[in-house]
């Protein structure tokens, strides 16, 4: 079944979607329990709403279920997985026959969904994230494509316990998505007890009102309705809307309604018998499809016209984090695709450059990190290349957004300001000190530090052009630029900024402690002393055969400093590459950042906790 995207919704009769609400149910427990695994009792309180969504209220091409201009669906709920995916055969867009294969190895249906799956713009199963990236696609389809796109998102009402949750509705409300519809699908059970209000649909009407919203409470299982609220929803102008479904978890079941206990446990096979005749039977199922409906999940950047040089002249003093911004500025004049969000820190990021050049590209998220993230996603679900800029601190509070973001295979570039203790007086609590080991951990992520201005502008171009997610650490001191305007920063890389034949050890250095390596190394040369000092501006990837190539040629001994925590950063992402090859290693000093850190002159800071040029050239001198 199919309707025009542009299409008044499907003509279906209340009897057709019932009827298609009722085999949603069967579909659920029948592949629940042929993978012995599953959250039946979850789909089941939601086949009324999900049967309403596709087969009435969302105008797409099941044919080509991905055109950007057909309406969109997350499921928030993505312990529910198994609903969307009948849904998706009873569109036409899987086969029933696939159904089956749920949770196996060698299917894309897998237990929450992923973007293998077409329909399906980001992982979820985090709970309290979908509503973001709901946020992020309608944002994406009303302010910058001007598509006639609606997006729909299932929420659970368990997870109406998430901030991230009313993060996102606060961000929506304050753009005027009309085309977001957020249905709740409050059926009372969470996995371990009731929810927080459990049936009382007021109290989150209350919070959804109070945050701008259009809102509605219906019958969840009375499908006229649910039909009906969705009509109206539709309607709506100037406000996103919020339709909280009354339902009941396990729902047409007698020995599973509204009973506590079952959260995640299919359904035996007598069990399911039972269940089947309960709702009037069903034939058989079809013979398994052994054809896979996955899509292409490889990332992808779009092209785009190489921006100008640098206009930066060597010795210039700049801070990395305001280079971005410059540079974020002029990328957006060469791809239209960029776009920029900040967490209402855009005059320290500098982010406030692209505002100015383009305002209709840059949304301010306001301090919400969590829903930028999220947002981020969305957007770049709909093609578009978001750079998402605040303190690389408090990314760790949207650090399960990223790791979805991973997931969800979507290219979001990230930019973490104010790192290490050379931030100063503002002191720990604002020190980004942990993020290379996040973002090192993240699969598939880029992580690069530039050290000037001439590296943070290549740098910010090369994270447009790298599929994936890219962290870009920038810094808060200004620091003199060190390469001229036409070097190249290939990814991965780094640069060898001082070597000699004679070199007895190297140092491995990046952003603030890059210039302190440089130092040291003037120091190391009037003693007579000649090390080689490299940039590892590209943390991750690294290649490891060249590292160690630099080790070899430095007689084996090797000084790793960074302004960064000692675990997860610089120094551990060296060595363990070197390891890698089998290159035998004299002696090694790893300086980082020790203990709770204090408010402090950022040159009083990098010496006492032992990264400054000083203890460089101490660290030198002893493994020789």
């Known amino acids: 079944m199919s309707a025009s995207p542009q299409g008044a919704p499907m003509n279906v009769s209340l009897e057709t979607l019932r009827e298609k609400a009722r085999m949603l149910r069967i579909h659920s427990m029948r592949a629940t329990t042929a993978a012995g695994s599953g959250h039946p009792t979850s789909c089941l309180s939601a086949a009324d709403i999900v049967s309403a969504l596709f087969f009435h209220a969302m105008r797409y091409d099941a044919k080509n279920f991905d055109a950007p201009s057909n309406d969109r669906f997350v499921l928030s709920k993505g312990h529910a997985a198994p609903l969307l995916y009948a849904a998706l055969a009873e569109a036409g ?22 973007p293998k799956i077409p329909g399906v713009d980001a992982a979820t199963g985090s709970l309290g994230q979908g509503i973001s990236v709901a946020a992020g696609l309608a944002l994406g389809a009303k302010r910058l494509e001007k598509s006639p796109a609606h997006i729909y998102v299932l929420l659970g009402d368990g997870e109406m316990a998430e901030g991230s949750v009313w993060e996102a509705g606060a961000f929506a409300a304050h753009y005027g998505l009309d085309n977001l519809t957020a249905i709740v699908d409050t059926n009372s059970l969470g996995q371990s007890e009731r929810t927080m209000y459990g049936h009382d649909t007021d109290a989150h009407r209350r919070r959804f009102d109070a945050q ?19 009509d109206r929803a539709r309607g709506v102008s100037g ?13 047409g079941i007698s020995f599973l309604a509204d009973k506590e206990g079952w959260h995640g446990k299919p359904l035996s096979k007598d069990e399911l018998v039972r269940a089947i005749a309960e709702l009037g039977g069903a034939p058989d199922p079809p013979p398994v499809d052994t054809r896979s409906y996955a899509r292409d999940p490889e990332l992808h950047v779009p092209d785009f016209p190489a921006m100008s040089a640098p206009e930066y002249a060597l010795g210039f003093q700049i801070a990395t984090r305001e280079a971005y911004g410059k540079a974020l500025a002029k990328l957006a004049g060469v791809n239209p695709q960029v776009v920029a969000l900040d967490a209402d820190v855009k005059n320290s990021t500098f982010s406030e450059y692209m505002e100015k050049a383009k305002p209709e590209r840059f949304f301010q998220s306001y301090i919400a990190e969590q829903n930028m993230v999220s947002v981020g996603v969305g957007l770049a679900a709909r093609g578009f290349t978001p750079f998402l800029g605040t303190f690389a601190c408090f990314l760790s509070r949207a650090y399960d957004q990223v790791r979805m973001a991973a997931i969800s295979r979507r290219s979001i570039k990230v930019c973490g300001s104010h790192v290490g203790v050379s931030i100063g007086e503002d002191g720990p609590s604002q020190m980004g000190l942990e993020d290379l080991a996040m973002f090192r951990a993240i699969p598939g992520a880029t992580v690069l530090y530039p050290c000037d201005g001439v590296s943070a502008e290549k740098l910010t171009e090369a994270a447009a052009r790298t599929p994936g997610i890219v962290y870009l650490r920038t810094s808060r001191p200004k620091a003199p630029v060190i390469y001229p305007a036409t070097e190249m920063f290939p990814i991965p890389g780094f640069k060898v900024v001082r070597s000699s034949a004679a070199d007895k050890a190297v140092i491995f250095a990046a952003g603030v402690t890059l210039h302190e390596a440089l130092a040291a190394h003037a120091d190391l040369a009037s003693r007579g002393i000649a090390v080689r000092v490299i940039d590892l501006y590209c943390v991750k990837p690294l290649d490891a055969a060249a590292l160690s190539a630099e080790v070899r040629a430095a007689r084996g001994r090797v000084v790793a400093v960074e302004d960064h925590f000692h675990e997860g950063g610089l120094g551990e992402a060296v060595f363990a590459a070197i390891a890698t090859t089998g290159e035998r290693l004299e002696a090694i000093r790893h300086l980082a950042v020790k203990g709770v850190p204090h408010s402090g002159k950022p040159e009083e800071l990098l010496d006492a906790f032992g990264i400054s040029a000083r203890h460089i050239a101490d660290a030198v001198s002893a493994i020789l």
Do not use: C, Y
Request: cysteine-free; proline content about 4%; aromatic content about 4%.
């Open 93 to 114: 867009v899987i086969s029933v026959g696939r159904l089956l294969t749920l949770r196996q190895f060698s299917s894309e249906l897998e237990g929450h969904p992923t």
């Open 212 to 230: 701008g919203w259009n809102t509605e409470i219906v019958d969840g299982h009375d499908m006229a309705a649910v039909v009906a609220a969705l």
């Open 239 to 251: 406000r996103p809307q919020a339709i909280l479904a009354r339902t009941e978890k396990g729902h």
